[in-house]
Nanobody, 131 residues
Framework: QVHLEESGGGSVQAGGSLRLSCHVSGSTASLTSVRFITWFRQAPGKEREGVATIRIHDSLTYYDDSVEGRFTVSQDNAKTVYLQMTSLKPEDSAMYYC??????????????????????WGQGTQVTVSS
């Protein structure tokens, strides 16, 4: 099993910054099955959406257009995956989740727009951006 735990959420004014962390732990066999870690968010009354993903073995990244240039995803040897968020907007307010992809046949688009193949999820951390 792989355990994911998010931290770093909070309240911030528009234009501010936050850094979220996703702490990754588990057995070696389970950890090696996770090829991507993706940050999703879900606001009340809205569908869950992927915002950023990172490929574990080479740190290649991909972003949704809504956060491109403002958010940066990075990793620390796959033990912790970060989401640095800058120039925050009220519409960025949501519960943020990290998820581990251990499925097959992913494309960059599908990693952000589908939840199939994600075998591991964290409990989430709340981000609130006030205007």
């Amino acid at each position: 099993q792989v355990h994911l735990e998010e931290s770093g959420g909070g309240s911030v004014q528009a234009g501010g910054s936050l850094r979220l962390s996703c702490h990754v732990s588990g057995s070696t066999a389970s950890l090696t099955s996770v090829r991507f870690i993706t940050w999703f968010r879900q606001a009340p009354g809205k569908e869950r959406e992927g915002v950023a993903t990172i490929r574990i073995h080479d740190s290649l990244t991909y972003y949704d257009d809504s956060v491109e240039g403002r958010f940066t995803v990075s990793q620390d040897n796959a033990k912790t995956v970060y989401l640095q968020m800058t120039s925050l907007k009220p519409e960025d307010s949501a519960m943020y989740y990290c998820a581990g992809f251990n499925g097959a046949g992913a494309t960059w688009w599908s990693l952000l727009h589908q939840t199939a193949g994600y075998g591991f999820w964290g409990q989430g951390t709340q981000v609130t951006v006030s205007s």
